[in-house]
């Protein structure tokens, strides 16, 4: 249904700098955990993804970080450009289920020139 | 060309209506998914066929109706539009592997119930 009630949180960052994007999950079973990027008017795009057994993984200017003690999830942007503006979603898969995957509410990254 | 497509873009229609929105993939995946967005972003999946069979079902009215005439379309057709049918929809497709369940969006199908 609708999401009532809740709001798209937004991050401001200024061109350049790093940006944190922070996920908390719902399902401790949950063992795949992935970052989708959404621009203004297209579908997602997988950015990065990360299973239960690693704590980091990097990609290109991109790092997540898995926090299973507290269920938490964070993508790490370094050197922040307008291009990376968008909305950023993570998502979780429990394996032994048929490729479900939960998205979370998503962030929206508004790049500062 | 694109991987995933989707047919209308655009779509606004009256309410009471019957509309359809169609979907094709040519990664070769064997799992195609509908997605609903709504106003405030977000995205919760409606169904999802592995070769041609529903093998996820969420909570959806039964006014709407997935077909999979081949594992490569994966069309929605909706009955009886209502207001709250309004958002954009996605439609995405998957091939499990061991490394990765990536998805692969479509463009999206925004549809407008007056």
């Known amino acids: 249904g609708e999401s009532v009630g809740l709001h798209l949180p937004t991050l401001s960052v200024q061109e350049g700098d790093n940006s944190i994007i922070n996920c908390a999950y719902s399902?401790?079973?949950?063992?795949?955990f992935i970052w989708y990027k959404q621009e203004s008017g297209k579908g997602p795009q997988f950015i990065i993804d990360i299973r239960s057994n690693m704590d980091k993984r990097q990609g290109q200017r991109v790092t997540v970080l898995l926090n299973k003690t507290v269920k938490h999830l964070s993508l790490q942007i370094a050197a922040t450009q307008p291009g990376d503006s968008a909305v950023y979603f993570c998502a979780e898969n429990y394996s032994g289920g048929y490729q479900k995957v939960t998205f979370g509410i998503g962030t929206k990254l508004q790049v500062i020139p | 060309d694109t991987a995933v497509s989707q047919t209308p873009k655009y779509l606004v229609t009256q309410m009471g209506n019957d509309k359809s929105i169609k979907c094709e993939q040519n990664?070769?995946?064997?799992?195609m998914y509908w997605y609903k967005q709504d106003s405030k972003k977000f995205l919760k999946i409606m169904f999802s066929y592995n070769n041609k069979e529903l093998i996820i079902n969420e909570t959806v009215p039964n006014r709407f109706s997935p077909k999979s005439p081949d594992k490569a379309h994966l069309n929605l057709h909706i009955n009886s539009l209502e207001l709250g049918d309004s958002a954009v929809y996605f439609c995405?497709?998957?091939?499990?592997?061991?490394?990765?369940?990536?998805?692969?969006f479509g463009p999206g199908t925004r549809l407008t119930v007056l």
């Open positions: 990664l070769g995946h064997d799992t």
């Open positions: 995405a497709s998957s091939q499990e592997a061991e490394s990765t369940f990536e998805q692969f």
């Open positions: 399902n401790s079973a949950s063992d795949y």
